[in-house]
């Protein structure tokens, strides 16, 4: 019996390795296996489940483990747990595409190349992206790999929502508003395209709200603006990031204050945010918890925060037709959501208390819908995979 192919897709960061294998079943990439490697660099530990949730690993690497044992880790079981397929191609999530890269792309030494250029752009995360492609290019040396860049949809955007208000030859050298959480948003793109093109046609407000989060106006499927710029710093406040703060603080910080390069760089990334602000952790679910005082106060910054976005964003829209809310927070947070659409019905936005506390599908009761729909980043970056394939 022929082996059934099977695309594997593969999502690097700084100390973690998230992965997906699908079978193709009549074209459509049906998950079989998917999982992560976390603690890359120290104690990294391996967990892998199949499509019913059932575990297939939890394991421990060798210290330290780098990304090429991670990938290594994640082929063992894809030989032990899909024997029978074969992999055809490798999907590899991009931080950054720069301005060239609208969509996605298979790699060769040229595009090696240009990402490699693009390090200073993106320096916390791009080199891991490139340590994942290497590692698994050393394993599959005869598939194609496909680069998928979490900037690409951002592509679309006018001029005026992707320039700084900087002399031009700041724009010319890359320092412009790129965006990210790109393949998040083209999944609920595609995924309101095919329930709701009568709204997938208008216009749309993504909220992505994970660890990381931004928000991202859609016009007829394509991003028009979207809350983080240069790097993924800017925007709204996420997990221990500040989002957006006046520049002049951080020239007060670095000026004034004599802080070192270093220290204002942890503080901006990682240790602001709801974390920096509650005090207790970025996680959601244990700031809700804990009912203090200051706990109560950084979720009602975070909300204050995204609604002025979403109003923001509905400007350059011209209306709203629909908000969907995606990611941990955006699919599981009932408080959240129901303070960050306080104050919206100027533009038709009301919710329904009971539907909202039970994450359903439609949250609202106003003439806007708001919709709560589950992002699939790795399911986005298979398809693509499918198109470049096709291509
Ligand atoms: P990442 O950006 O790391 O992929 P996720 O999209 O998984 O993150 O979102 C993670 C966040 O979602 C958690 O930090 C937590 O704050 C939030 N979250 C997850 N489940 C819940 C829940 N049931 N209630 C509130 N918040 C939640």
Same mark, same amino acid.
């Given at each position: 019996? #022929?082996?059934?192919?099977?695309?594997?897709?593969?999502?690097?960061?700084?100390?973690?390795?998230?992965?997906?294998?699908?079978?193709?079943?009549?074209?459509?990439?049906?998950?079989?296996?998917?999982?992560?490697?976390?603690?890359?660099?120290?104690?990294?530990?391996?967990?892998?489940?199949?499509?019913?949730?059932? +575990?297939?690993?939890?394991?421990?690497?060798?210290? #330290?483990?780098?990304?090429?044992?991670?990938?290594?880790?994640?082929?063992?079981?894809?030989?032990?747990? $899909? &024997?029978?397929?074969? =992999?055809?191609?490798?999907?590899?999530?991009?931080?950054?595409?720069?301005?060239?890269?609208?969509? #996605?792309?298979?790699?060769?030494?040229?595009?090696?190349?240009?990402?490699? +250029?693009?390090?200073?752009?993106?320096?916390?995360?791009?080199?891991?992206?490139?340590?994942?492609?290497?590692?698994?290019?050393?394993?599959?040396?005869?598939?194609?790999?496909?680069?998928?860049?979490?900037?690409?949809?951002?592509?679309?955007?006018?001029?005026?929502?992707?320039?700084?208000?900087?002399?031009?030859?700041?724009?010319?050298?890359?320092?412009?508003?790129?965006?990210?959480?790109? @393949? +998040?948003?083209?999944?609920?793109?595609?995924? @309101?395209?095919?329930?709701?093109?009568?709204?997938? *046609?208008?216009?749309?407000?993504? /909220?992505?709200?994970?660890?990381?989060?931004?928000?991202?106006?859609?016009?007829?499927?394509?991003?028009?603006?979207?809350?983080?710029?240069?790097?993924?710093?800017?925007?709204?406040?996420?997990?221990?990031?500040?989002?957006?703060?006046?520049?002049?603080?951080? @020239?007060?910080?670095?000026?004034?204050?004599?802080?070192?390069?270093?220290? =204002?760089?942890?503080?901006?990334?990682?240790? +602001?945010?709801?974390?920096?602000?509650?005090?207790?952790?970025?996680?959601?679910?244990?700031?809700? *918890? *804990?009912?203090?005082?200051?706990?109560?106060?950084?979720?009602?910054?975070?909300?204050?925060?995204?609604?002025?976005?979403?109003?923001? $964003?509905?400007?350059?829209?011209?209306?709203?037709? &629909?908000?969907?809310?995606?990611?941990?927070?955006?699919?599981?947070?009932?408080?959240?959501?129901?303070?960050?659409?306080?104050?919206?019905?100027?533009?038709?936005?009301?919710?329904?208390?009971?539907?909202? /506390?039970?994450?359903?599908?439609?949250?609202?009761?106003?003439?806007? #819908? =708001?919709?709560?729909?589950?992002?699939?980043?790795?399911?986005?970056?298979?398809?693509?995979?499918?198109?470049?394939?096709?291509?």
């Amino acid at each position: 019996m #022929p082996a059934r192919a099977a695309l594997l897709v593969l999502n690097a960061g700084s100390s973690s390795l998230k992965f997906a294998a699908y079978t193709l079943e009549s074209a459509i990439p049906r998950e079989r296996i998917a999982g992560q490697v976390e603690g890359i660099g120290a104690h990294a530990r391996f967990t892998a489940h199949d499509a019913t949730g059932t +575990s297939l690993a939890t394991e421990t690497l060798p210290e #330290p483990a780098t990304h090429a044992a991670a990938v290594a880790a994640v082929i063992g079981l894809l030989e032990r747990s $899909l &024997a029978a397929a074969r =992999v055809i191609a490798v999907g590899h999530r991009v931080v950054h595409g720069g301005p060239r890269h609208a969509a #996605p792309a298979q790699i060769d030494t040229q595009l090696l190349a240009d990402l490699q +250029s693009l390090i200073p752009l993106a320096p916390l995360h791009q080199p891991h992206n490139l340590a994942g492609i290497d590692a698994a290019m050393a394993h599959f040396p005869d598939v194609p790999h496909i680069a998928c860049f979490d900037t690409a949809f951002h592509r679309t955007q006018p001029w005026e929502a992707e320039t700084f208000a900087l002399p031009p030859h700041f724009y010319e050298q890359g320092i412009r508003r790129y965006g990210f959480h790109g @393949l +998040s948003y083209e999944f609920i793109a595609r995924t @309101l395209a095919a329930q709701h093109p009568d709204l997938a *046609a208008g216009r749309v407000i993504a /909220a992505h709200l994970g660890n990381g989060a931004s928000l991202c106006a859609i016009q007829a499927g394509r991003s028009i603006a979207t809350t983080m710029g240069f790097t993924a710093l800017d925007g709204i406040p996420m997990g221990t990031r500040t989002g957006s703060i006046d520049p002049g603080v951080i @020239l007060h910080l670095l000026g004034t204050m004599g802080m070192p390069l270093a220290e =204002v760089t942890r503080l901006l990334y990682s240790g +602001s945010g709801l974390k920096g602000m509650s005090g207790i952790s970025q996680d959601v679910r244990e700031i809700e *918890a *804990a009912g203090t005082e200051q706990a109560s106060r950084a979720l009602s910054h975070f909300a204050w925060r995204v609604r002025r976005e979403i109003g923001a $964003l509905a400007a350059t829209l011209g209306g709203l037709d &629909a908000l969907v809310f995606t990611a941990g927070i955006g699919e599981h947070s009932a408080r959240l959501r129901a303070a960050i659409c306080e104050n919206l019905a100027f533009l038709g936005i009301t919710l329904d208390p009971a539907r909202n /506390a039970a994450n359903a599908p439609t949250i609202s009761n106003g003439t806007t #819908p =708001v919709l709560v729909r589950h992002t699939d980043e790795e399911r986005m970056m298979a398809l693509h995979v499918l198109e470049v394939l096709a291509a």
